[in-house]
């Protein structure tokens, strides 16, 4: 079943751009994304044809189960200009070990190690 849905995404990634216009707009978004991975479909198909069920099961178990130490959290607070004294009060709070406070968000994207890997659109994530 797992090798149907991996061989399923492989021949997905491994479509030729439609047009002009796709593959056009894939090498802009390289670049203006400033990740210049011109070669990204090759690498994630070749990431893809190593990856074994017992690896995606493991990295499930350690990283996206319910209780597991490694899972991780996301908290995104947004404050209003009306609401500047609660971020002060928010922003000296001391932050839990365990916990990275962004300030730069485009920096933080761009740090991340599968940066640009994920698109989406109108409803559809394309990996």
Not at 8 to 17: G, N, R, S, V
Not at 81 to 87: K, L, Q
Not at 112 to 124: E, K, T
Request: proline content about 2%.
């Amino acid at each position: 079943m797992m090798q149907s849905n991996v061989n399923a995404l492989i021949d997905m990634k491994l479509e030729k751009h439609k047009n002009l216009r796709e593959e056009s707009g894939f090498y802009w978004k390289e670049i203006s994304d400033g990740t210049l991975k011109f070669d990204r479909r090759e690498c994630e198909v070749a990431a893809l044809k190593q990856l074994t069920q017992k690896e995606l099961i493991d990295f499930f178990d350690e990283y996206i189960k319910v209780g597991v130490p490694q899972k991780k959290g996301l908290s995104v607070r947004v404050y209003g200009s009306a609401h500047s004294s609660e971020y002060k009060t928010d922003n000296g709070e001391t932050a839990d070990s365990n916990s990275t406070h962004i300030e730069d968000i485009f920096s933080f994207r761009k740090s991340r190690p599968l940066y640009g890997s994920f698109r989406g659109g109108s409803g559809h994530m394309k990996l």
